[in-house]
């Protein structure tokens, strides 16, 4: 089995990051369904992915690097999942961490103009940075993104506890009435 193949199988085994937007009705990519059919369908562990999602992965490295260099900083990558102790399906895959720090980094590639980012992180990407913070206890998030035109920004989430609680309580409704009742959304 693939690496690709293992981190596709362990995200049947709860909610991560990328599956917040969706459950709270804030992504415009996928429903609260769409992440429903995705757990309660655990043979299936192929995904087709899009070719932007395979360009994003590949200028992940770069995203990261840059964000050292302007930073003068370094990072550990390849870090294992965060899973809550109380709640094992509340897991998050990080893309990095400060070094000796208590700073998560997560990479962005966007289309999207950059003036949809001055105004604060986009709230589908800002439920996935809060997630990670909640579960890791970090400090912050920095996003470092890296717009279409190559224009590079880096935008940061400082904790903000209640509306962490939000996702956090969103969560367990939704894993409790949702995936371990089989009753769709």
């Known amino acids: ?70 930073n003068n900083c370094a990072i550990e990558t390849n870090l294992p999942p965060f899973i809550d102790p109380e709640y094992p399906f509340m897991r998050g895959n ?33 439920t996935q940075v809060a ?3 909640m579960l890791s206890n970090a400090d912050r998030v920095d996003v470092p993104v890296l717009f279409s035109n190559w224009q590079y920004k880096c935008f940061t989430y400082w904790r903000d506890y209640e509306y962490e609680a939000r996702i956090k309580k969103a969560v367990i409704d939704f894993w409790n009435n949702h995936i371990v009742a089989g009753i769709p959304p």
């Not at 990080?94 to 289309?111: F, M, P, Q, R, Y």
């Open 131 to 133: 997630y990670y913070a």
């Open 1 to 70: 089995m693939s690496n690709r193949e293992q981190f596709l199988l362990a995200r049947k085994l709860g909610l991560g990051g990328s599956d917040i937007a969706p459950i709270m009705g804030l992504s415009p990519w996928c429903t609260p369904l769409d992440v429903y059919r995705d757990k309660m369908n655990p043979d299936v562990i192929y995904e087709e992915e899009s070719e932007d999602l395979k360009r994003g992965a590949r200028v992940e490295k770069y995203i990261l690097q840059e964000y050292c260099e302007v």
């Open 94 to 126: 990080i893309d990095a961490k400060l070094a000796g720090e208590n700073v998560i980094v997560e990479a962005k590639s966007t289309k999207s103009p950059i003036s949809l980012w001055e105004q604060g992180i986009p709230e589908y990407y800002r």
